[in-house]
């Protein structure tokens, strides 16, 4: 009697799933692709790292340690210049992520002295990386030494490494922005992707398709009053990391505050393409949970350095808005970046929201027709 009365309920579920082909491409489209992105994306070495070389020294010894450099695979000599004072030039323009400074004397105590120090100067705004970047280089400069040396005992090269922006090396600085760009982008997604859904759900829809509205400004309309709220949740997440986490705040507030609120409008553009997309509030919570979370967390350059990932996952980071934000808010908080370092990250994090809402519009006015 029981499997009378089991199978039945057995088979019209199975009826439900079959009909259901949204649900099944979720089950097993899901699960393949966080294995392409997990599998490619959390990758702990680095490659291609970009550095700059300031040899004061300009004798053969010198000549070679560079050579050395520019033909490991890990590093990419991007600048090579003869004045110190120009070192955090780079790293404020993001134009390398460490610099070797090798002194006037390099040659001259590397033949005659018991050690040579070289300078090493890494970004420590993220501080995983620059601690990874550091060993690296020790790691160059200790064969470079086994093969200077004559007897191959010695190590007459010595590193005096450096960490800018972060020299406690507190792993706060560095995960606290991050955290607020994903609260950000989640929340905001999540404010607006049940609006239209629940105006389908409660069949409130016909209402605002008969008036007299034009379509931008239904999605506008919506998007105004969370745009409000999410920027003063924004405003309390960067005062609360900044004052409890003691996350220092070397640029404008001001600066930051106005990025942010392009950053927020972003977020809500992808929950209002969401919203459109799906007929249910439950799914399109869900949605933008899974399509703002994951992809910020992996393919942002939050936990796993984009430089890292394969090329095609690096061009996918570039439409995820998290990566240009982290860019910015890294580079004012801790770096005291200002517009004039930050305005390609600005432009391409705009340029995403806009592609967005502008989707959204065009997907609501097709529901007009």
């Given amino acids: 009697m029981l499997n009378s009365r089991l199978m039945p309920l057995i088979r019209k579920e199975f009826i439900h799933i079959r009909r259901d082909p949204r649900s099944l491409l979720i089950l097993f489209l899901m699960p393949v692709l966080m294995m392409f992105i997990f599998g490619y994306a959390i990758d702990m070495d680095l490659k291609h790292i970009r550095i700059g070389v300031c040899d004061l020294s300009r ?16 590093f990419d000599i991007v600048a090579r210049y003869s004045d110190p004072r120009k070192t955090e030039g780079l790293f404020t323009q993001r134009i390398a992520r460490a610099a070797i400074i090798i002194p006037a004397d390099f040659a001259r105590r590397l033949a005659g002295s018991p050690e040579s120090p070289i300078g090493v100067i890494a970004d420590g705004t993220d501080a995983n990386s620059a601690t990874l970047v550091q060993n690296y280089l020790e790691n160059v400069f200790v064969s470079q030494s086994l093969k200077q040396s004559s007897s191959g005992n010695g190590m007459p090269i010595r590193v005096k490494a450096r960490m800018l922006y972060n020299p406690d090396m507190v792993s706060a600085h560095f995960v606290v922005p991050g955290i607020v760009a994903l609260l950000l982008i989640m929340i905001g997604a999540l404010l607006t992707s049940v609006t239209i859904a629940r105006e389908k759900e409660t069949g409130t829809m016909e209402q605002i398709l008969v008036s007299p509205i034009k379509p931008y400004e239904v999605v506008l309309g919506k998007a105004v009053p969370y745009l409000i709220l999410a920027f003063f949740i924004a405003v309390f997440i960067l005062i609360f990391g900044h004052i409890w986490f003691e996350v220092p705040m070397l640029g404008s507030w001001s600066t930051l505050l106005i990025f942010c609120v392009f950053y927020v409008f972003t977020a809500l ?101």
């Fill in 269 to 369: 553009a992808i929950g209002m393409l969401i919203s459109t997309l799906v007929a249910t509030q439950q799914v399109a919570m869900m949605l933008s949970l899974v399509g703002t979370l994951l992809p910020s967390v992996m393919l942002s350059g939050f936990v796993f350095p984009v430089a890292s990932m394969p090329l095609p996952l690096q061009v996918v980071s570039k439409i995820i808005p998290a990566t240009h934000f982290l860019v910015i808010i890294r580079g004012i908080m801790l770096k005291g970046n200002g517009p004039m370092e930050l305005w390609p990250s600005f432009l391409a994090m705009t340029g995403v929201g806009v592609f967005f809402i502008s989707l959204a519009v065009k997907r609501f006015r097709m529901k007009l027709k």
């Fill in 59 to 74: 004798t053969p010894a010198s000549r070679d340690l560079i050579e050395t450099l520019n033909a490991s695979p890990y």
